[in-house]
């Protein structure tokens, strides 16, 4: 059985500073992304990594800002968001992707989320 445990957010003014790490449990080798959802929004693929970490996805809109690394070694996967806006709120969910196939990302197991605000 996979497990992604998310930790890391809470918290912050607006051009501060946050890291997500995601812990799985088995599939380690699998490609991992991250998502958002917004309250009244649909959940949106933010960022993605291949599973030798050679292959990397950003969306536009956190392009610059957030970048993300793994350790296959201790199966963590980390999201350092700089420079966040109030638009980066948003609960953020590590994800285990099928392929790294960014364009139509499909998930074969979800982490429980974590909360990111950011205050203006």
């Known amino acids: 059985q996979v497990q992604l445990v998310e930790s890391g957010g809470g918290l912050v003014q607006a051009g501060g500073s946050l890291r997500l790490s995601c812990a799985a449990s088995?599939?380690?080798?699998?490609?991992v992304g991250w998502f958002r959802q917004a309250p009244g929004k649909e959940r949106e693929f933010v960022v993605g990594?291949?599973?030798?970490?050679?292959?990397?996805y950003y969306a536009d809109s956190v392009k610059g800002r957030f970048t993300i690394s793994r350790d296959n070694a201790k199966n963590t996967v980390n999201l350092q968001m700089n420079n966040l806006k109030p638009e980066d709120t948003a609960v953020y969910y590590c994800?285990?992707?099928?392929?790294?196939?960014?364009?139509?990302?499909?998930?074969?197991?979800w982490g429980q989320g974590t909360q990111v605000t950011v205050s203006s």
């Open positions: 088995g599939r380690t080798s699998s490609s």
């Open positions: 990594i291949s599973g030798s970490g050679l292959r990397i």
């Open positions: 994800a285990i992707l099928r392929s790294s196939s960014w364009i139509t990302p499909l998930v074969d197991y």
